[in-house]
């Protein structure tokens, strides 16, 4: 790996060319990983549970058994277009998603940089990462909420388009009804992108030591940050999930039986009660297979479109002299 591979991510590129890099990033992330977005919402959202039968009485819908058997459910009973339900608002989030995140952390890591008395490597990759985090997820939300509501209806549509979703949420809701679950999505984000990057930076030098080909020292920090970080806040990524879903369609997705939750630690409260500590963790290996493919993909992608960029703005200064 060259010299500049081995530079921190703030060290690296001008604001435009970051905002560019993490944009691409996230489209070519999302693309790839949409059909496990929508298991792992269809898992989540799932009550029931499998090894209690007493669950499955009365219930009007299906029944997901795994990530594979979901796969074919889903298939056999959607199509193929089934596995990309709520791709638009999901690309739109992505794409807002990703250059904001990459810009916020460039930024705020420029700005601990200028301290006077800096901080250890490791505490402004973790502060860097939760700001960037926590203000790319705010500033997100409705369209993360929109592609959990997408991804959760079956073949009745609650939502026909993405403008009738925004109207209909915006005339039975009100604005607060694109901020269902908030709470738990910062409250997620915050903790999971300071582990993320921290994890990152941490993983990424040494890794650069070995001089692995096609540049996969970075995808290989990646995946493992990604792991690590998702298995930590995941219960708060299903509460998020669930709290996304209520309102006056709650009723109308593939699961029926979606109870009435209100805020973060009382629906926190009322899983653990119902369901069991497990159930806080439903989906959570399709999310680790997730996370595996969409932080490498991320990472790997915005450093080859952020070195193309420079090498670009390098070949002009020269021609230009």
Known sequence: MSGEGRERLKDEGSREQVVVAGAVAGLVSRFFIAPLDVIKIRL????????????????????YKGTLPTLKTILREEGLTGLWKGNVPAELLYLFYGSCQFTTYHSTN?????????????????ISGAVAGGIATTTTYPLDLLRTRFAAQGNDKVYTSLRDSIRNIWRSEGPSGFFQGLGAGVGQIVPYMGLFFSTYEALRLPLAEYNLPLGTGDATAGVLASVFAKTGVFPLDLIRKRLQVQGPTRERYVHHNIPVYKGVSQTMKDII???????????????????????????????????????????????ND
Not at 110 to 126: I, Q
């Open 110 to 126: 420029h700005l601990l940089s200028s301290l006077p008395r800096r901080l250890p490597p490791s505490a402004e990759s973790f």
């Open 44 to 63: 989540q959202l799932q009550i029931h549970s499998l090894s209690d039968p007493l669950s499955l009485q009365g219930v009007n819908g299906p029944v």
């Open 273 to 319: 009660k119902a369901e069991g500590i497990r159930g806080l963790y439903r989906g959570l290996t399709v999310s680790l297979f997730k996370a595996v493919p969409a932080g490498a993909i991320t990472v790997w992608t915005y450093e080859r479109v952020l070195n193309v960029m420079r090498e670009m703005e390098r070949q002009a200064n020269i021609m």
